[in-house]
């Protein structure tokens, strides 16, 4: 009989609980940082109510913006932290 022999060392592709746990804050905290970016120029038309001037984009587009940049950022770490722990793990000790 031949054994199947797994190259990952049984390591195979999966969502882990710590990756989850990781990635909801990480995309709250890339959403603030972005929206804070967009918004830095949004300001009160009058005091007595909510109405927001948020130079070109309104603020419902300036929110929707900033989520769309945090999706992308998120995406572009998970890539880099998985990147960097593979060289981690080849490397020879």
């Given amino acids: ?12 592709r999966r969502i882990t609980p710590a990756l989850v746990l990781g990635a909801v804050p990480l995309l709250l905290v890339n959403w603030f940082v972005t929206s804070a970016i967009l918004g830095r120029d949004c300001v009160v038309l009058y005091e007595g109510g909510n109405i927001t001037d948020c130079g070109g984009l309104s603020e419902e587009e300036m929110s929707a913006a900033s ?15 998985v990147v960097v722990s593979r060289r981690r793990r080849s490397r020879p000790r």
């Fill in 67 to 81: 989520g769309l940049v945090a999706l992308v950022m998120l995406v572009l770490q998970i890539v880099l932290v």
């Fill in 1 to 12: 009989m031949l054994k199947k022999t797994d190259p990952a060392g049984g390591k195979g």
